[in-house]
């Protein structure tokens, strides 16, 4: 996929009942033994789809873009943008199971639950903390490329950050509810699930199960 062209989404078509008195209604009318039966013509309700990967795509490096500007001009709505507006583009469930594969544990509901809020909270403030470090960074799109599993790896060029150029691989899968969202980050070959398994693994050994998830 050398370029990512912009599509146009159907949306869902709305139908509006007419009053007979106002609008002629199409209808066929047939008429057996002085009884008329009328059939009216019903037009196919289209279902509304979720946004496709090149439209979701395109709104994340918007919002990233976006955000850097206001971490630039309006540092005190940071935390507010990337609650309401970044977060969402991540599967933050995904990256918990993922993350969590690798200590052979089960949870219980309400740890699970527990964790998914911690991985979340870690991530926000970790790109808070970033973000107001610096004050020029941009996102400019360099490809993306599809991946065995129906996943799609889009490669950013982070511009500002470095005196040198860096790059950042976003992995955009299709989460539980059919929409496209971000599963993993890659950044000097180090994934974001990968830092995240290593230190679940250091701080189970050191603390056991509970004092792992007090201490993430």
Known sequence: ?????????????????????????????????????????????????????????QSAIVKLNQLTTVATYSPRFIGQLIETEVAPLFDFDHIAKEVMLVSNLRLGNEEQTYFVTKIKQNIITS?????????????????????????????????GYYSYDMFLDLIFHQSADQSWKIADIVLNNDSLINYYQKMVLIKLRRYGVYGMLGRL
Do not use: C, H, W, Y
Not at 6 to 20: E, I, K, V, W
Not at 128 to 144: G, N, P, Y
């Open 1 to 57: 996929m050398r370029r990512l062209n912009a599509g146009l989404l159907a949306f869902l078509l709305s139908l509006s009942t007419l009053s007979f008195a106002q609008e002629e209604i199409d209808t066929e009318v047939l008429e057996t033994n002085d009884t008329v039966v009328t059939e009216e013509v019903v037009e196919p309700v289209e279902v509304e789809k979720s946004a496709g990967p090149v439209q979701t795509i």
């Open 127 to 159: 790109l808070l903390s970033r973000l107001t470090q610096t004050r020029s960074t941009s996102f400019a799109f360099i490809s993306a490329r599809p991946m065995i599993g129906g996943s799609i790896t889009v490669k950013l060029k982070v511009n």
